[in-house]
């Protein structure tokens, strides 16, 4: 069977869109000291774009490695923390850097765990947005772009593994 990568958004679209997202949040951050909270391993490429479009001075980066126990291209909402974060982030505001946003349950269940760390205040920017699977209400601060029901790889998103390294987000044709 042959595979083809039917692209969705360039890079060029998505570096502009991170450009903005970036400008908004140095704006909107400006008083605070700011931790973005990636989540990994989806976010490593939106997240490394998007720290370097803030132009702050008190911004710090984390990580949060995370493994879902969902099978195939579903997710089960049910996250395995395979890496914490560095530092306690009590007082501090964070930013939950997600790649994507789909049933809503990987990010419902990182906002429970973040409020157990006591931030100062917890928002969340996910690159990619598709409302139409939401199985739970979360508010989703800082949206990159709202995309169909499609699954969708590359800019960090993968497919079994495969594609994360695709300077491009497309959807993955077999015939
Ligand atoms: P949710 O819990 O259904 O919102 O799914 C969140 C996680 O599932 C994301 O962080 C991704 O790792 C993965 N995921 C959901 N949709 C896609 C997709 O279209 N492509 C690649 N990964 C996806």
Redo the contacts with the bound molecule.
């Keep these: 069977m042959s595979e083809r990568v039917v692209p969705l958004l360039s890079a060029e679209t998505i570096a502009a869109r991170v450009r903005e997202l970036g400008q908004q949040i140095a704006d909107e951050y400006r008083d605070k000291n700011v931790v973005l909270v990636l989540?990994l391993k989806?976010?490593f490429v939106f997240g490394a774009d998007l720290a370097r479009a803030i132009d702050h001075p008190r911004c710090r980066v984390d990580f949060l490695g995370?493994r879902?126990y969902?099978e195939g291209?579903?997710?089960s909402?049910v996250v395995q923390i395979t890496q914490d974060l560095s530092r306690p982030v009590e007082g501090e505001d964070v930013i939950i850097v997600?790649?994507?946003?789909?049933?809503?349950?990987?990010?419902?269940?990182l906002l429970e765990l973040m409020k157990t760390r006591r931030p100062a205040s917890v928002k969340v920017c996910a690159l990619?947005h598709?409302p139409a699977?939401k199985?739970v209400e979360v508010q989703v601060d800082y949206v990159g772009f709202t995309i169909e029901d499609?699954?969708?790889?590359g800019y960090g998103?993968?497919?079994a593994e495969r594609f994360r390294n695709l300077p491009f987000i497309g959807v993955v044709e077999r015939g």
């Design positions: 989540v989806g976010s995370t879902s969902g291209t579903d997710s909402g997600e790649d994507i946003v789909d049933t809503g349950l990987t990010i419902a269940h990619l598709k699977r199985k499609r699954f969708v790889i998103l993968d497919w």
